[in-house]
């Protein structure tokens, strides 16, 4: 039968990476997903370091496990931000993107803890400086991408209910009226 497990909440997936990030890296000053065009203004020397995230999805056809779920992989761009001001800053914004890069080699799981959130394993798949992001062009800038295996909606499999028992008779005692002729399959 097929996993039984139910579709992501994305806004709970959001919160629970966030929330799982703040607690390793108390460092971080900010975390936060989807930065608006507004704030998208360079961060502030009290607000460093940062960690922006960002989340884009890719059919995952590999991952259809014949639920009539959405297979997705969640493609996650982490990036850590700080100032080149500050001494040693280029070690130091290595060492914390490292730190980001192993947490999520490490750790692998981005479960809700309610339990709410059920999503397949974290894989790293890159580390390195990022250039291309003009609004940070006067700090110091690397990526940590991740990708996470998530399904979309509801699983038809999903049990609601009593397991049903399996039950044998043979011919011709079978069929309304011979119900008492039936005993329970031992497993």
């Given at each position: 039968?097929?996993?039984?497990?139910?579709?992501?909440?994305?806004f709970n997936l959001h919160a629970t990476i966030v929330n799982k990030l703040h607690e390793q890296f108390p460092k971080f000053k900010l975390i936060e997903f989807y930065r608006s065009e507004e704030e998208r203004k360079p961060p502030t020397l009290n607000e460093l370091p940062a960690l922006f995230l960002e989340m884009d999805f890719e059919i995952n056809?590999?991952?259809d496990s014949g639920s009539e779920q959405l297979p997705l992989i969640a493609r996650v761009e982490a990036?850590?931000?700080?100032?080149?001001?500050?001494?040693?800053?280029?070690i130091n914004i290595r060492s914390l993107a490292a730190q980001v890069a192993y947490y999520?080699?490490?750790?692998?799981?981005?479960h809700a803890y309610n339990g709410?959130?059920?999503?397949?394993?974290a894989t790293l798949d890159t580390l390195t400086q990022d250039h291309f992001y003009p609004s940070?062009?006067?700090?110091?800038?690397?990526r940590v991408d991740f990708?996470?295996?998530i399904l979309i909606g509801e699983n038809i499999w999903k049990q609601i209910g009593e397991t049903p028992i399996p039950v044998y008779s043979y011919t011709p005692d079978?069929?309304?009226?011979?119900?008492?002729?039936y005993k329970e399959v031992e497993l």
């Open positions: 039968m097929a996993d039984e497990m139910d579709g992501v909440d994305l056809l590999d991952g990036r850590v931000i700080d100032s080149f001001e500050r001494k040693n800053s280029k999520i080699f490490k750790n692998k799981r981005f709410s959130t059920a999503v397949g394993s940070l062009k006067s700090y110091e800038v690397w990708s996470i295996p079978v069929g309304k009226g011979h119900e008492q002729d």
